[in-house]
């Protein structure tokens, strides 16, 4: 007989950035961070494990194709699992061996991978919630999340929906280093953001390599770690549950700045932002600037691609520029209709145009293959789609 069960998890994007581990194997961060979970209607992992006595060896398929089980991460995210599952079937023989028994994962993104989109933390947040199901844990979302981030360290953050933390801890062996709720989605409903995807490319330097270069290179960065991180760790968490929109913007840009400030501190350099993410920057400030409030927040992970969160009452005027220089890049109409889109634009022709100080540059959508228009969403999701054939135990 064959097992099967099926979970999706979220793509989080961090707004103070987890950046350096004290220690790669357990991955444990030098610092605190909080995510904003994203909804997974626009950006999510499905995975679906099965187990059976029959199974010969672990398997892993990833958006069609087999790839290889064998990285210390994801054994040993499959080794705390396995033991847990060993204390149900030692307390209850009635209960089939399913901690002897080998797994196969097959698991599909609905967005670039490796493309700077936190799609590892969406991968093993879903491998690890998908074989708890299967194995029919009783362990809380805290205790699992310690368990996905030790196959990817912001996974964590995707055991949980709305607004997330994850609590460095102090102890050596990880067991206090977990991710906590800080808000659930019901508590600041109107966050939203637009994803504008600057490259979907493989990044140049993987974060597990940029991390430790900037750990023992960056002068920089014990600064951040020191003195900067612990307290907007505090100030953050304090925005969201005020629901203070421009504290939460503010602290969330600086603290892009301040990451990306540290990368380019490490020797040599590492550069995951490139020019069409500095225009954005700039961009945005400019944006904030001509309201008079600030309407738009952005924030770069180890990649190019920038998110902007921004609250739903205020979409019509960040639209307005966002959409008249962007219009032309896909995805805008999964989620409007054309009656909508040209009120974005008559915004700007009666409101905004001819009345700012400063240059739009037509040529900033050259490089943005695509925008995500998404916004805070739940966690992982039981769902009936399976991706494993139950009869054959193989992808479908």
């Keep these: 007989m064959t097992y099967v069960a099926s979970t999706t998890a979220p793509v989080n994007i961090a707004t103070l950035?987890?950046?350096?581990?004290?220690?790669?194997?357990?991955?444990?961060?030098?610092?605190?961070?909080?995510?904003?979970?994203l909804a997974q209607e626009d950006l999510r992992t499905l995975t679906s494990a099965a187990t059976s006595s029959e199974f010969k060896e672990d398997k892993l398929w990833l958006n069609g194709k087999e790839e290889s089980l064998s990285?210390?991460?994801?054994?040993n995210c499959l080794a705390d699992l396995?033991?847990?599952?060993?204390?149900?079937?030692?307390?209850?023989?009635?209960?089939?061996?399913?901690?002897?028994?080998?797994?196969?994962?097959?698991?599909?993104?609905?967005?670039?991978t490796a493309a700077g989109l936190a799609s590892s933390a969406a991968g093993f947040a879903a491998l690890v919630m998908a074989i708890a199901k299967l194995y029919e844990l009783p362990q809380s979302a805290s205790d699992i999340s310690k368990i996905a981030r030790k196959g990817s360290g912001s996974a964590c953050r995707s055991l949980f929906g709305g607004y997330v933390a994850w609590e460095m801890g102090e102890k050596a062996d990880g067991s206090d280093s977990k991710a906590v709720e800080v808000a659930p989605l019901e508590h600041w409903?109107?966050?939203?953001?637009?994803?504008?995807?600057?490259?979907?490319?493989?990044?140049?330097?993987?974060?597990?390599?940029?991390?430790?270069?900037?750990?023992?290179?960056?002068?920089?960065?014990?600064?951040?770690?020191t003195n900067v991180v612990p307290k907007r760790f505090e100030a953050m968490k304090k925005a969201i549950l005020d629901k203070d929109f421009p504290?939460?913007?503010?602290?969330?840009?600086k603290d892009s700045n301040s990451f990306h400030a540290t990368c380019l501190d490490s020797f040599p350099p590492i550069f995951y932002i490139n020019d069409t993410s500095k225009k954005i920057i700039k961009l945005c400030h400019l944006i904030n600037e001509f309201y008079g409030e600030t309407i738009v927040a952005y924030t770069y992970d180890a990649g190019p691609n920038s998110v902007l969160y921004y609250l739903e009452e205020n979409e019509e005027k960040l639209f307005a520029f966002i959409y008249t220089l962007f219009s032309k890049v896909d995805g805008w109409q999964s989620k409007y209709n054309s009656e909508e889109l040209s009120k974005f634009t008559s915004t700007f022709n009666n409101q905004v145009k001819g009345k700012f100080q400063f240059d739009l540059d037509d040529t900033i959508q050259e490089n943005v293959s695509?925008?995500?228009?998404?916004?805070?969403?739940p966690g992982p999701?039981?769902?009936?789609?399976?991706?494993?054939?139950?009869?054959t135990g193989l992808p479908k």
């Excluded at 950035?17 to 979970?37: C, E, M, Q």
């Excluded at 396995?82 to 196969?104: I, T, V």
């Excluded at 999701?381 to 009869?391: H, P, V």
Aim: aromatic share 4%.
């Design 247 to 253: 504290t939460f913007a503010e602290l969330t840009m």
């Design 370 to 377: 695509r925008v995500i228009l998404t916004r805070v969403g």
């Design 71 to 75: 990285s210390e991460r994801t054994q």
């Design 189 to 225: 409903p109107n966050m939203k953001a637009a994803v504008l995807v600057v490259s979907a490319d493989k990044k140049d330097t993987p974060s597990t390599s940029g991390m430790q270069l900037t750990v023992n290179t960056s002068d920089l960065f014990k600064e951040r770690i």
């Design 82 to 112: 396995r033991a847990l599952r060993r204390q149900l079937e030692e307390k209850d023989s009635s209960l089939p061996p399913m901690s002897q028994w080998k797994l196969h994962i097959v698991s599909e993104n609905n967005f670039p």
């Design 17 to 37: 950035k987890y950046w350096g581990k004290r220690d790669a194997k357990l991955n444990l961060p030098t610092n605190s961070s909080i995510s904003v979970t």
């Design 381 to 391: 999701q039981d769902t009936k789609e399976c991706l494993i054939n139950e009869e």
